[in-house]
C-alpha cells in the first residue's frame, strides 16, 4: 500500500512539473510573439515618422506630385548632376565641419516680355535658401548643339530688365569664345556668381537672361527650350551655398536583428525605400538604412542609462518610466525636387539611427 502511494507521488510530482513547464514554454513563446508585436508596430511608427519628418523639414504640406515621366524632362542631362548621381555617398560620416548645399535650378520662359523675343531668354526663381552672404560658387550651364564642321561659336549672356517705358532692355554679362568639334554637343558653363548676389540684393530686377551661342554662319546653338529629343537640356543654375551641421557625441547601445529574443532596448535595422512610398521626387537615394529602436526598459538595466534612471528616481509617480528611443542620429544627403521643380542636394537631419538607449 505504501508502494502504491509513493507511486502516485511520483507521478503525481512529474505530472505537475511537466504542466509547469509547458505553462512556462508558454508563457515564453506569448512573450516572443509580443515582443515580436511590439517590433513590428515600433517598425511602422518609424516609417510614418519619417516620411512625416522629411517633409516637414522641408517645408511641405505633402509630398510633390512629380511623377517618373515628369522626371526624365526636368533633370538636367549635364556633368553636375551626373557626378552627384555617380558619386552618391547616402550616409555622413563626418565630424563637426561646415557643409555645403547644391540647388539646381531649371529654366522657364519670362512673363515680362512679349512672346516673340522669348525664343532665347530664360527665367530662374530663385530658392530662398540662396542668400548673397553663402554663395560659395554659382555657374549657368548652357548645352550647345553639334555642329557639321569644325567651328568657333560666340556664347553670349545678357541680362534683361525693363526699362522706364516698360520696353526689354538687354545688359550683356559675359562673352565667351568657344572652338567645337564636327558632330560633337557641348555643356558649357559660366560663372555668374556676382549677378545671382545683384540679384538677391534688388529681386525685382531678375527678369531672366537671353542666351545665345552663334557659329560662323550665324546661326544659335544654343538650347534654350526642350525641343524633341532634347529633353533635360535646358539651362539651369547650379549654386552651392554654404550649410552648417553639428554633431553630439552619445552613449552606445544595444544592436540586435529581426531573429533576435532580446527583450531589452536595442537598434534593429530597417531599409527605407522611397519607391515604395511612392516617392519619386526623391531622385538619391532611392532606398538607405534608417534602423529604428524597440524593447523594454526595466530598472534592472538602468544603470547603462544614468540621466534615465536618476530621472525615474526623482519622480517615479509623475512618470511612466524610460522608453527606449533614439539617443544618437545621424543625417543623410538627398538630391530632390522641391514643390517648384528645383533640385536640391542637401543634408536632411537625424535619419539615420546609429545607438538606441533608455530615456
Not at 515680362?112 to 526663381?125: A, I
Not at 512610398?277 to 547603462?304: H, M, T, V
Amino acid at each position: 500500500m505504501l508502494l502504491v502511494l509513493c507511486l502516485a507521488a511520483f507521478l503525481s510530482a512529474g505530472s505537475a512539473m511537466e504542466m509547469n513547464q509547458t505553462s512556462k514554454l508558454l508563457a515564453d513563446n506569448l512573450e516572443q510573439c509580443s515582443a515580436c508585436d511590439y517590433r513590428e508596430h515600433s517598425k511602422l511608427m518609424r516609417l510614418h515618422s519619417i516620411k512625416s519628418q522629411i517633409l516637414s523639414i522641408l517645408r511641405l504640406e505633402q509630398a510633390p506630385n512629380i511623377s517618373r515621366d515628369m522626371i526624365r524632362q526636368l533633370i538636367p542631362k549635364a556633368p553636375p548632376l551626373t557626378q552627384l548621381l555617380d558619386q552618391y555617398d547616402p550616409r555622413v560620416e563626418d565630424e563637426d565641419h561646415a557643409t555645403t548645399e547644391t540647388i539646381i535650378t531649371m529654366a522657364t520662359k519670362p512673363i515680362h516680355f512679349p512672346q516673340d523675343e522669348l525664343s532665347s531668354c530664360c527665367l530662374f526663381s530663385l530658392s530662398p535658401k540662396i542668400q548673397p552672404k553663402n554663395i560659395l560658387s554659382a555657374q549657368l550651364w548652357v548645352h550647345l548643339r553639334p555642329t557639321s564642321t569644325v567651328n568657333t561659336v560666340f556664347l553670349q549672356v545678357c541680362r534683361l530688365s525693363p526699362d522706364k517705358e516698360g520696353n526689354s532692355t538687354r545688359i550683356r554679362v559675359r562673352s565667351l569664345k568657344i572652338d567645337t568639334d564636327a558632330g560633337s554637343s557641348s555643356w558649357q558653363s559660366i560663372d555668374i556668381k556676382s549677378l545671382l548676389q545683384a540679384w538677391l540684393r534688388q529681386p525685382e530686377t531678375n527678369y531672366g537672361l537671353q542666351i545665345n551661342a552663334f557659329d560662323s554662319k550665324g546661326e544659335d546653338l544654343a538650347v534654350t527650350s526642350a525641343e524633341p529629343g532634347e529633353e533635360g537640356l535646358q539651362p539651369f543654375i547650379e549654386v552651392k551655398i554654404l550649410d552648417s551641421s553639428k554633431r553630439t557625441r552619445r552613449d552606445s547601445g544595444l544592436n540586435c536583428d529581426e531573429e533576435s529574443s532580446e527583450t531589452r532596448c536595442c537598434r534593429y535595422p530597417l531599409t527605407v525605400d522611397f519607391e515604395e512610398f511612392g516617392w519619386d521626387w526623391i531622385i538619391a537615394p532611392k532606398r538607405y538604412r534608417a534602423n529604428y529602436c524597440s524593447g523594454e526598459c526595466e530598472f534592472l538595466y538602468l544603470q547603462q542609462y544614468p540621466h534615465a534612471h536618476l530621472v525615474n528616481k526623482a519622480n517615479p509617480r509623475g512618470t511612466a518610466g524610460p522608453c527606449c528611443t533614439p539617443t544618437k542620429m545621424s543625417p543623410i544627403n538627398m538630391l530632390y525636387f522641391n514643390r517648384k521643380e528645383q533640385i536640391i542636394y542637401g543634408k536632411i537631419a537625424s535619419m539615420v539611427v546609429d545607438h538606441c538607449g533608455c530615456s
